[in-house]
C-alpha cells in the first residue's frame, strides 16, 4: 500500500514568511508525528497526534509552529514568520495505535529559509 | 546531556566487513530499542527493534541492549555497498511514543 507522503519535497522562502508543509499518513493509522532533522542532528520531536485526543505539542521551539490534523488524517504543519534558523528537513511519521515503537516516515520536506 | 548519545562517525569499511554501531542512553525508562536506516534523502525506516535487554538477530543484522550499562549495539555480518547508510538508535519508554533519536551514525562500505 500507499507509504507516508509529504509535500511539497522541497519548498524556498523569504525571511518572515509563512510556510505550510503537507503530510498524508498510511491509511488506517492513528498516530501522527513530525520531527525535524537539522544538518548532522538526530531527530527532534515537535507534535503527535492521536485520534480525537489533544495533540501533544511539548516539542514545538516557539509559538511561530503550529500544527493541525484534520478528520484523523491529514495533518499540516505551519511555520510562521520564518527565520533561517528553522532550515532543516521536517520529517512526518505515522503509527498505529500503540506501537509507536513502529514509526513509518515520510521522505521529509526540505525547508530553506533564505 | 543528551538522552542518546551517538557517535556521528563517518565509518567507512570495505565489502565483507563487520560493522559496529553504538550507543548510550541516560533514561532508565526506556524499554523499547530501535534501529533506523536513513538513506541519503529519505525518510528512516525502520530497520529492527529490541524490547529490554537482550539480543535479536535479523538476517545479517544483530542488535544488543544492555540496559545495566545503558548500552545499545548494532552489528552489520558481510556489509555490502548497500548498506551504506546513516543509523539512528531511537529508545522508548514503555507507554510512551516519543522516540528520543541519537544523531545517527553514517556508514560507507566500500566496494
Known amino acids: 500500500g500507499a507509504g507516508v507522503s509529504q509535500s511539497p519535497s522541497n519548498k524556498v522562502t523569504e525571511k518572515g514568511k509563512d510556510v505550510e508543509l503537507r503530510c498524508d499518513p498510511i491509511s488506517g493509522h492513528t498516530a501522527l508525528y513530525w520531527y525535524r532533522q537539522s544538518l548532522g542532528q538526530g531527530l527532534e520531536f515537535l507534535i503527535y497526534f492521536q485520534g480525537n485526543s489533544a495533540p501533544d505539542k511539548s516539542g514545538l521551539p516557539s509559538d511561530r509552529f503550529s500544527a493541525e490534523r484534520t478528520g484523523g488524517s491529514v495533518s499540516t504543519l505551519t511555520i510562521q514568520r520564518t527565520q533561517q534558523e528553522d532550515s532543516a528537513v521536517y520529517l512526518c511519521?505515522?503509527?498505529?495505535?500503540?506501537?509507536?515503537?513502529?514509526?513509518?516516515f515520510g521522505p521529509g520536506t526540505r525547508l530553506t529559509v533564505t | 546531556q543528551k538522552e542518546v548519545e551517538q557517535d556521528p562517525g563517518p565509518l567507512s569499511v570495505p565489502e565483507g566487513a563487520i560493522v559496529s554501531l553504538n550507543c548510550t542512553y541516560s533514561n532508565s525508562a526506556f524499554q523499547y530499542f530501535m534501529w533506523y536506516r536513513q538513506y541519503s534523502r529519505k525518510g528512516p525506516e525502520l530497520l529492527m527493534y529490541t524490547y529490554s535487554s537482550g539480543n535479536k538477530e535479523d538476517g545479517r543484522f544483530t542488535a544488543q541492549v544492555d540496559k545495566s550499562s545503558k548500552y545499545i549495539s548494532l552489528f552489520i555480518r558481510d556489509s555490502q555497498p548497500s548498506d551504506s547508510a546513516t543509523y539512528l538508535c531511537?529508545?522508548?519508554?514503555?507507554?510512551?511514543?516519543?522516540?528520543?533519536f541519537g544523531a545517527g551514525t553514517t556508514v560507507t562500505v566500500r566496494a
Open positions: 531511537a529508545p522508548e519508554a514503555d507507554n510512551d511514543y516519543k522516540l528520543s
Open positions: 511519521a505515522s503509527s498505529v495505535l500503540d506501537r509507536a515503537y513502529e514509526q513509518y
